[in-house]
């Protein structure tokens, strides 16, 4: 079956850290470009993170730059979301996808998304 899985979301309190995993099963991340995007309540999704499989280039949105960092383990079809400093605005479904453009780009085609996953900042 060919799919994007995320996990690690949750619960968090204000200042506290969460690690994002996304693993694909089905097919290789072999030449494509790996975005995180958010949709918080009310608000459109956007793109937070990406990094490339051919160079490991990486970009991060303005207001998580510092505080998340995107990383691959390649050899497990899997990259990572390590977020710190969490903060009530972080609180979003965070999805992954699978595709082609640097940065992240909502209205692009992605070939692949998962299916989100919750994560709360909320003291």
């Known amino acids: 079956q060919v799919q994007l899985v995320e996990s690690g979301g949750g619960l968090v309190q204000p200042g506290g850290s969460l690690r994002l995993s996304c693993a694909a099963s089905g097919f290789s991340l072999d030449y494509y470009v790996i975005a995180w995007f958010r949709q918080g309540p009310g608000k459109e999704r956007e793109g937070v993170a990406c990094i490339s499989n051919t160079d490991d280039s990486t970009y991060y949105l303005h207001s998580v730059k510092d505080r998340f960092i995107i990383s691959p383990d390649w050899t497990k079809n899997t990259v990572f979301l390590d977020m710190t400093s969490l903060k009530p605005e972080d609180t979003a479904v965070y999805y992954c996808?699978?595709?082609?453009?640097?940065?992240?780009?909502?209205?692009?085609?992605?070939?692949?998304w998962g299916q989100g996953i919750q994560v709360t900042v909320s003291s």
């Open positions: 996808a699978a595709g082609h453009f640097i940065p992240p780009d909502i209205r692009r085609d992605y070939d692949y």
